[in-house]
């Protein structure tokens, strides 16, 4: 079951997701990866949760693809 991203309470570090980068945010592409940080403080946002991947990159996630292990 994949859910989005709207939720804070829905996003823990360790989790796959799909996220839209600042850069491609006109585009819509979106780029894989395992969450480090959860950057938004509020409980929801309506375009994404802010988080930055264990690879440096920051986005909002518009995806939960799995949890972690």
């Known amino acids: 079951m994949t ?3 709207k939720n804070r309470k829905d996003i823990v570090a360790g ?3 799909d996220i839209v980068l600042k850069q491609d945010q006109r585009t819509g592409v979106r780029t ?3 969450v480090k940080d ?3 403080n509020s409980s929801t946002h ?3 949760i802010k ?3 264990t690879n440096g ?3 909002r996630v518009q995806e939960i693809i799995r ?3």
């Open 3 to 5: 859910m989005n991203g």
């Open 51 to 53: 988080v930055r991947l």
């Open 46 to 48: 309506p375009h994404g």
């Open 38 to 40: 959860i950057l938004t």
């Open 15 to 17: 989790l796959e997701v």
């Open 32 to 34: 894989r990866g395992i």
């Open 67 to 69: 949890k972690g292990e």
């Open 57 to 59: 990159q920051v986005g």
